[in-house]
């Protein structure tokens, strides 16, 4: 079996990260969907997610959170008016699943899954969010994603460098 470092050399880059590899063309539309992360987690095992790319990440959305509360049972918060980069203050280990309101051209719009998980790992992710989570994000919110090998690949030195991003 490869470890992340190993896989993440046969990939092919995307501009200049190191870790998300590109889907196949004309498999998936390239305007929703942006690429795949290879990674372990933190017991070692190695497994994917699907990265998105439809949010811009300057732009100011409505959020809708869901957790578990301390009792137990699910809760739902909502979110106005942050960047998909301040959402990250909001990420707890017990967010279950993060969507954004996405309005379109003619006024409409819909509620879209921008982070899901699956077994405490991610299952999908707007690339935006990915790349503005830091080290502290990863080990305080998603303790199941820990992975040094993959910071060694970004160059992450301590807690407030990227996680998913080259720190240069």
């Not at 899954?113 to 503005?132: P, Y």
Request: aromatic letters at 14%.
């Amino acid at each position: 079996m490869k470890n992340s470092v190993e896989m993440i050399k046969e990939v092919e880059k995307v501009e200049n990260n190191p870790v998300i590899r590109m889907l196949p063309e004309g498999k998936y539309g390239s305007d929703h969907w942006y690429g795949e992360v290879f990674q372990q987690d933190n017991k070692g095992k190695m497994f994917s997610f699907n990265v998105s790319n439809f949010l811009d990440p300057k732009k100011k959305y409505n959020w809708r959170c869901v957790g578990k509360c301390q009792a137990g049972f699910l809760t739902i918060f909502d979110r106005e008016d942050l960047t998909p980069e301040q959402m990250s203050y909001y990420f707890s280990k017990d967010t279950k699943c993060v969507q954004v309101y996405r309005e379109f051209e003619n006024g409409k719009g819909l509620w879209l899954d921008a982070l899901s998980f699956k077994g405490g790992r991610f299952f999908s992710v707007d690339k935006s969010i990915l790349e503005n989570l830091t080290v502290s994000n990863m080990h305080s919110a998603f303790p199941k994603m820990v992975d040094y090998t993959l910071w060694e690949t970004v160059e992450a030195k301590n807690h407030s460098h990227f996680a998913y991003k080259l720190n240069k």
